[in-house]
C-alpha cells in the first residue's frame, strides 16, 4: 500500500515539492552558516519525494 500511496503522491504534486525543496537546499549551501540548513532541507525533499514508509532518523 506504500508503493501505491507513493506512486499517487509523486503524480499529484510530491515532485513539484521536493525539487522546492532540493533548490532551497542548494540555495542554503552557498553560505557557511547555512550548511546545515541545507542539509536538513535535502532530507526534507526526499522525505517529500516518497513519504510513506519513510523512517525518520
Excluded at 499517487?8 to 510530491?14: A, E, P, Q, Y
Amino acid at each position: 500500500m506504500s508503493l501505491l500511496g507513493n506512486i499517487i503522491w509523486i503524480l499529484f504534486g510530491g515532485i513539484f515539492t521536493a525539487i522546492y525543496w532540493f533548490f532551497v537546499g542548494c540555495l542554503f549551501c552557498l553560505t557557511i552558516v547555512g550548511i546545515p540548513l541545507g542539509r536538513q532541507a535535502f532530507k526534507m525533499a526526499s522525505l517529500t519525494l516518497a513519504p510513506f514508509g519513510a523512517r525518520v532518523n
